[in-house]
């Protein structure tokens, strides 16, 4: 898995999560695969849980799912619908294989960190609903393998219990993710500068759980210090599954893709003096040209000198001087720059 380098190498790790955008189907589940490959992904992520592992199957109302994308829906039947059957898991990992991404996977209980551990699973994200599910963490994390926590709705105190449940089994590879857990998720709700409060707050590496539109959220968050993007995916803007209202299409997750990659381009070192692009350009640089002819022991005045493009004459510091009195040591015709040679008494 590449998560551990892209940190160390300060790489930008972009996740393509699947979720429930297969809808019900392998075949499609294969192909988001391939299409999060070709899109620039670094890493395909499913969910490992069934509707009975992640909740029950009751219809009081504290199970069922208030105002919003799923508005009414009973959690038990939601998770039916939207769950990834755990007999996919091996094929989508052999396919992540095939098309060169890495493949990750959140377990939602124990039974399912058993299940991927025998799959050969290589890192393990928890959700931001099971932040709070120290056990489970603990036990993820028990495997040695990189830790992703996403930290929707999380107080400071509650990420910290969190790490310090990772921490306490002597693993210490742990990214947090900035996120806003509702679906799909406004702008004016990201606050996005929380990451770097985050970076120094808790010392880990940290990235952003996206659900917002488009490109801009991820975009902003690498500027700001993001190590690990995810974004959820789909196959289509035509398509309509539990979670294709905050999904990217695999057009647009390369867009994405695309705009994190240029960001981090734009993003590197510290440059002060001209670049190697740049010297080409010093030369249309201002400096000091006569603009009209000037005779020898004529002053130098405002209407025959001028701070003018290109570059290759008195350096424009020298304006004041020459025009306070100074005379030319020589004839100079409209359109020489001047040299310090030119000046009476030198400079």
Same mark, same amino acid.
């Not at 952003?208 to 289509?236: F, M, N, P, R, Y």
């Given at each position: 898995?590449?998560?551990?380098?892209?940190?160390?190498?300060?790489?930008?790790?972009?996740?393509?999560?699947?979720?429930?955008n297969h809808?019900?189907? !392998?075949?499609?589940?294969?192909?988001?695969?391939?299409a999060a490959a070709k899109a620039g992904a670094d890493c395909l992520k499913i969910q490992t849980y069934t509707a009975d592992t992640i909740t029950i199957d009751c219809r009081s109302e504290a199970f069922r799912m208030g105002e919003g994308l799923w508005d009414n829906t009973y959690l038990y039947e939601l998770y039916e619908k939207a769950y990834t059957p755990w007999e996919w898991t091996k094929p989508i990992?052999?396919?992540?294989?095939?098309?060169?991404?890495?493949?990750?996977?959140?377990?939602?209980?124990?039974?399912?960190?058993?299940?991927l551990e025998e799959c050969g699973a290589e890192a393990y994200k928890i959700a931001s609903f099971e932040l709070v599910d120290i056990p489970l963490i603990r036990k993820a994390a028990e495997t040695g393998k990189p830790m992703i926590l996403s930290c929707g709705m999380a107080t400071e105190e509650e990420i910290e219990e969190a !790490?310090?449940?990772?921490?306490?089994?002597?693993?210490?590879?742990?990214?947090l993710l900035k996120c806003c857990s509702a679906y799909p998720t406004d702008y004016d709700t990201m606050h996005l500068r929380t990451i770097s409060d985050m970076q120094e707050r808790f010392q880990v590496p940290i990235g952003l759980s996206d659900h917002s539109e488009g490109a801009v959220g991820a975009v902003a968050a690498v500027a700001l210090g993001a190590k690990v993007?995810?974004?959820?995916?789909?196959l289509s803007e035509e398509d309509k599954t539990v979670d294709s209202a905050f999904s990217l299409s695999a057009e647009e997750f390369a867009h994405l893709v695309t705009s994190v990659r240029n960001a981090e381009?734009?993003?590197?070192?510290?440059q002060y003096g001209p670049s190697p692009e740049e010297a080409q350009s010093l030369r249309i640089r201002r400096s000091l040209y006569a603009v009209a002819n000037i005779k020898k022991g004529e002053?130098?005045?405002?209407?025959?000198?001028?701070?003018?493009r290109p570059a290759g004459g008195l350096h424009t510091r020298y304006f004041d001087t020459l025009t306070g009195g100074k005379c030319a040591t020589r004839d100079i015709a409209f359109g020489e720059p001047l040299r310090e040679e030119d000046v009476e008494g030198g400079l």
């Amino acid at each position: 898995m590449r998560l551990q380098e892209y940190l160390k190498n300060g790489k930008v790790y972009i996740i393509a999560e699947m979720s429930g955008n297969h809808d019900g189907s !392998l075949e499609k589940a294969l192909r988001i695969v391939e299409a999060a490959a070709k899109a620039g992904a670094d890493c395909l992520k499913i969910q490992t849980y069934t509707a009975d592992t992640i909740t029950i199957d009751c219809r009081s109302e504290a199970f069922r799912m208030g105002e919003g994308l799923w508005d009414n829906t009973y959690l038990y039947e939601l998770y039916e619908k939207a769950y990834t059957p755990w007999e996919w898991t091996k094929p989508i990992m052999e396919a992540c294989r095939e098309n060169g991404i890495d493949f990750l996977s959140t377990p939602f209980d124990f039974t399912a960190v058993d299940f991927l551990e025998e799959c050969g699973a290589e890192a393990y994200k928890i959700a931001s609903f099971e932040l709070v599910d120290i056990p489970l963490i603990r036990k993820a994390a028990e495997t040695g393998k990189p830790m992703i926590l996403s930290c929707g709705m999380a107080t400071e105190e509650e990420i910290e219990e969190a !790490l310090d449940a990772v921490k306490s089994t002597g693993n210490e590879q742990v990214v947090l993710l900035k996120c806003c857990s509702a679906y799909p998720t406004d702008y004016d709700t990201m606050h996005l500068r929380t990451i770097s409060d985050m970076q120094e707050r808790f010392q880990v590496p940290i990235g952003l759980s996206d659900h917002s539109e488009g490109a801009v959220g991820a975009v902003a968050a690498v500027a700001l210090g993001a190590k690990v993007i995810e974004k959820h995916i789909c196959l289509s803007e035509e398509d309509k599954t539990v979670d294709s209202a905050f999904s990217l299409s695999a057009e647009e997750f390369a867009h994405l893709v695309t705009s994190v990659r240029n960001a981090e381009r734009a993003l590197r070192g510290v440059q002060y003096g001209p670049s190697p692009e740049e010297a080409q350009s010093l030369r249309i640089r201002r400096s000091l040209y006569a603009v009209a002819n000037i005779k020898k022991g004529e002053a130098f005045s405002k209407d025959n000198i001028r701070s003018i493009r290109p570059a290759g004459g008195l350096h424009t510091r020298y304006f004041d001087t020459l025009t306070g009195g100074k005379c030319a040591t020589r004839d100079i015709a409209f359109g020489e720059p001047l040299r310090e040679e030119d000046v009476e008494g030198g400079l």
